[in-house]
């Protein structure tokens, strides 16, 4: 069984490529794919500030 209050383990979220090999085209390739990434992450930031902003507003907010 799982101790749901024991701190879970942070995931490694992003481990950098080695550039050195990589060619200019591979690079810009490259940029645009982790912007594209950004641009998801940034998007679910949203979405699930919504979400907790939207349950404060039914349930209220912690400590009031």
């Given at each position: 069984m799982f101790?749901?209050?024991?701190p879970?383990?942070?995931p490694?979220?992003?481990t950098?490529?080695?550039l050195?090999?990589?060619?200019?085209?591979?690079?810009?390739?490259?940029?645009?794919a982790?912007?594209?990434?950004?641009?998801?992450?940034?998007?679910?930031i949203?979405?699930?500030?919504?979400h907790?902003?939207?349950?404060?507003a039914?349930?209220?907010?912690?400590g009031?």
């Open positions: 101790d749901d209050n024991l879970r383990p942070k490694t979220l992003f950098p490529q080695s050195d090999k990589l060619s200019m085209d591979e690079l810009e390739t490259y940029i645009t982790m912007q594209v990434e950004i641009t998801r992450v940034q998007a679910e949203t979405r699930k500030t919504s907790a902003q939207a349950a404060a039914i349930f209220g907010k912690k009031e």
